[in-house]
């Protein structure tokens, strides 16, 4: 170990003293300081990430590239990134985006990086109006966040009016920024579901609360603990479905009939969902696991009876 630091270092103040570098080489220097952390496969995924950014490089281009130089700034870029990474700051918030379904998102401190299993939740959304794109309906995102899901939604079904609402005035602010920048027209509002009352209707309600509880920290990544942000993610061991039960009870309110309730969950409370739910009137209560196998989609109908 003692001697891969002492070689790491020297290789490092090599790097340091080169005008341009062979792109190989620092990817080779980011596969030897990462893996540790990150493994051998991730650790060069970030070098691809990094030079996409830097570069302009696809991950085709960048394969065909490797026996290429770059030049001294953008090395100095490239080694920015991975002192960066090295402490375990998310790749995301050093480039400063994420991308999510087919959209480039300014991310940061205040905001969750998207996930790809929201990415299936929107796609089960979008899938299932897709039939219906060219009507009107009224869709509440809970949650703003990056924006990730309202803005995906409102891109795909361009004649849905679309809302989202944030207790964040800072992931508001990000969320406006992405909607403008792709062009995908959001309502946003400032409020708290846990007090927020409206009068308005909505033909879907989505939202991908807080859920992780304090017991499952331990599970998480470190630079998800240090670096994202813990109002988003967490919630009591003591009432984990606090922001669900929130949100249903809106929903029973202010879902048209017919109206469509879509949450990602917590894969360790199923069951108390579907139970939740089905105490409060819900019918039709579908429940989907990700690509991972875990349960993690949930999707309810408001019953006649409720509306």
Known sequence: ???QFWYVEMIWLQLSNFTTMKIEAIAEQYKIELETMYGDEEALALFGLSAEHVLGLSPIKLKMAKNS???????QKLLSILNDLKIGKPIQHILGVAHFYGAVFEVNEYVLIPRPETEELVDWIINDYADVRTESLKVLDIGTGSGCIP???KTYLQAFDVTSLDISAEAIAVATRNSESIGAQVDFIEADILTYESDRKYDIIVSNPP????LEKQEMHENVLAHEPHLA???T???PLLFYTAIADFAAKNLNTGGVLYFEINEYLADQMIEMLSAKG??????RKDMQGKDRMMKAMISDENV
Request: charged content about 15%; glycine content about 0%; overall charge negative.
């Open 211 to 214: 859920y992780i509880r304090e």
């Open 233 to 235: 993610l967490f919630v």
């Open 69 to 75: 130089s770059a030049n001294f700034v953008d090395v």
């Open 282 to 287: 819900f019918a039709n209560i579908d429940l």
């Open 237 to 239: 061991n003591e009432n």
């Open 151 to 153: 803005i995906s939604l």
């Open 1 to 3: 170990m003692h001697v």
